[in-house]
């Protein structure tokens, strides 16, 4: 197959879900503008450890099958993980409704978050987990234009919620806690219902939304399947318990304004980060299987992508160190005064995350889940000593410049790691192949 309508084609389906991305992303940025003037920094900094509890729920919803989708030896078989992956979603999220309500009704939340907030955590995790099969989905398809789609009506409807209750909270006082939570909420619930309606007008997609069969069914794919869970949730787990472990420690011991400031700095850098790389990881995945079966070389693309992305990537973090402050003030308001310092210290973490996470896939493609996880597990400790330095010297600032220090170290480790398995795996194909009995 000639090299150049390939490269083409990944650079489509790249920019198809790149330009969903981007809209969603440019509407959550305008929002984001007009919010910080109708909430405060307390107000985001009990969001943001709400949704660090989403993001860590959110794995054990699907325990990671939706990653084997992609890679299924088959259609039929990749439809029948997606049903399975969907009806243990649903069981995961009713288990969590249920011990929300009883830890709300003992006024027990964790981390102090109110017992109204602990409500909306199981139909977000419902939401999210129901998205991120049917990304996958389409994903296995290259339905890549349903996936964008759904991105820019979740993030426009988000956006349009948080607004609103934002705007009524100067009557409603409860909204102050509520209105960014819920809005987030009511987007991802409206997202995912159109995502649904797209999925019915495609053939190949629209038997998983028909009723599931027996249980019977998905047994032998889940046995088969079983390094997901086992592997990748756990590693997924504690690389997201890591990731958020900021916002979950942090908040016991300083303020919600100072996590404020650090959260929304968070969410204008990393965030949109995350997005790009699970943008590349989702479009390089499939393509590196598709390679991998026809016996092609993986690295020539890999090192493009890392070159063109460093090249964009590293001019902008620089001018952002500069203009940070300003920028954030000009923009939020007086009261987010502070947010520059937060961003600078993430700007080496985001360099070095927008190389190595983009390459996740590659521990999936080659089944090195465990070394992966090992790296996870020394990340989640140094963050711990980081964390645990900044709160014994009772600084707030201290604790997030160690954290992200720390966290840029291990990723730039942990890529040259990705690279190396990718650069084994191409020297293996241009091995001679071991003559025969006859030659």
């Given at each position: 197959?000639?090299?150049?309508?390939?490269?083409?084609?990944?650079?489509?389906?790249?920019?198809?879900?790149?330009?969903?991305?981007?809209?969603?992303?440019?509407?959550?940025?305008?929002?984001?503008?007009?919010l910080?003037?109708?909430?405060?920094?307390?107000?985001?900094?009990?969001?943001?450890?709400?949704?660090?509890?989403?993001?860590?729920?959110?794995?054990?919803?699907?325990a990671?099958?939706?990653?084997?989708i992609?890679?299924?030896?088959?259609?039929?078989?990749?439809?029948?993980?997606?049903?399975?992956?969907?009806?243990?979603?649903?069981?995961?999220?009713?288990?969590?409704l249920?011990?929300?309500?009883?830890?709300?009704?003992?006024?027990?939340?964790?981390?102090?978050?109110?017992?109204?907030?602990?409500?909306?955590i199981?139909?977000?995790?419902?939401?999210?987990?129901?998205?991120?099969?049917?990304?996958?989905?389409?994903?296995?398809?290259?339905n890549?234009?349903?996936?964008?789609?759904?991105?820019?009506v979740n993030?426009?409807?988000?956006?349009?919620?948080?607004?609103?209750?934002?705007?009524?909270?100067?009557?409603?006082?409860?909204?102050?806690?509520?209105?960014?939570?819920?809005g987030?909420?009511?987007?991802?619930?409206?997202?995912?219902?159109?995502?649904?309606?797209?999925?019915?007008?495609?053939?190949?997609?629209?038997?998983?939304?028909?009723?599931p069969?027996?249980?019977?069914?998905?047994?032998?794919?889940?046995?088969?399947?079983?390094?997901?869970?086992?592997?990748?949730?756990?590693?997924?787990?504690?690389?997201?318990?890591?990731?958020?472990?900021?916002?979950?420690?942090?908040?016991?011991?300083?303020g919600?304004?100072?996590?404020?400031?650090?959260?929304?700095?968070?969410?204008?850098?990393?965030?949109?980060?995350?997005?790009?790389?699970?943008?590349?990881?989702?479009v390089?995945?499939?393509?590196?299987?598709?390679?991998?079966?026809?016996?092609?070389?993986?690295?020539?693309?890999?090192?493009r992508?890392?070159?063109?992305?460093?090249?964009?990537?590293?001019?902008?973090?620089?001018?952002?160190?500069?203009?940070?402050?300003?920028?954030?003030?000009?923009?939020?308001?007086?009261r987010?005064?502070?947010?520059?310092?937060?961003?600078?210290?993430?700007?080496?973490?985001?360099l070095?995350?927008?190389?190595?996470?983009?390459?996740?896939?590659?521990?999936?493609l080659?089944?090195t889940?465990?070394?992966?996880?090992?790296?996870q597990?020394?990340?989640?400790?140094?963050r711990?000593a980081?964390?645990?330095?900044?709160?014994l010297?009772?600084?707030?600032?201290l604790?997030?410049?160690?954290?992200?220090?720390?966290?840029?170290?291990?990723?730039?480790?942990?890529?040259?790691?990705?690279?190396?398995?990718?650069n084994?795996?191409?020297?293996?194909?241009?091995?001679?192949?071991?003559?025969?009995?006859?030659?």
């Amino acid at each position: 197959m000639p090299k150049q309508p390939h490269i083409t084609r990944l650079l489509k389906e790249s920019g198809t879900l790149l330009s969903g991305s981007m809209a969603a992303q440019g509407a959550a940025f305008v929002a984001y503008i007009v919010l910080g003037r109708l909430f405060t920094p307390g107000d985001f900094g009990q969001y943001s450890v709400f949704y660090s509890y989403i993001e860590v729920l959110i794995i054990l919803s699907t325990a990671k099958y939706e990653l084997a989708i992609v890679a299924a030896d088959s259609d039929g078989e990749a439809l029948l993980l997606s049903q399975g992956a969907l009806r243990l979603n649903r069981t995961v999220s009713a288990l969590l409704l249920c011990a929300a309500a009883v830890l709300a009704a003992a006024h027990a939340a964790p981390s102090a978050l109110p017992p109204a907030l602990m409500l909306l955590i199981p139909p977000m995790v419902y939401f999210c987990g129901t998205t991120r099969v049917y990304t996958h989905l389409c994903n296995r398809f290259r339905n890549y234009k349903s996936i964008a789609a759904s991105e820019v009506v979740n993030s426009l409807s988000s956006v349009a919620a948080r607004i609103g209750f934002g705007l009524l909270n100067t009557v409603v006082a409860a909204l102050h806690t509520l209105g960014l939570p819920l809005g987030t909420v009511v987007g991802k619930m409206v997202g995912n219902l159109y995502f649904r309606l797209r999925l019915r007008r495609s053939p190949e997609v629209n038997p998983v939304l028909s009723r599931p069969p027996a249980f019977g069914a998905f047994a032998p794919l889940l046995r088969k399947h079983r390094n997901y869970p086992r592997y990748v949730m756990t590693k997924d787990l504690l690389t997201s318990f890591s990731a958020n472990l900021p916002f979950l420690w942090l908040s016991l011991y300083f303020g919600e304004a100072a996590l404020g400031l650090f959260g929304l700095a968070f969410t204008f850098t990393q965030r949109p980060v995350n997005i790009l790389n699970g943008i590349f990881e989702k479009v390089f995945y499939a393509d590196s299987v598709e390679r991998r079966r026809r016996g092609e070389p993986i690295g020539p693309a890999v090192r493009r992508f890392l070159l063109a992305t460093n090249a964009v990537a590293v001019p902008l973090c620089v001018g952002g160190y500069f203009v940070a402050e300003p920028l954030f003030v000009w923009l939020m308001g007086p009261r987010w005064e502070g947010a520059g310092y937060y961003i600078r210290c993430l700007l080496p973490w985001l360099l070095a995350m927008l190389s190595s996470n983009s390459l996740m896939f590659v521990s999936n493609l080659f089944s090195t889940q465990r070394v992966e996880f090992c790296f996870q597990l020394a990340l989640l400790v140094l963050r711990v000593a980081a964390l645990g330095a900044g709160i014994l010297a009772g600084s707030f600032r201290l604790a997030i410049l160690l954290l992200s220090g720390v966290s840029t170290a291990v990723l730039l480790i942990l890529l040259g790691w990705y690279l190396l398995q990718i650069n084994r795996y191409d020297r293996s194909l241009r091995q001679p192949s071991a003559p025969t009995a006859h030659s």
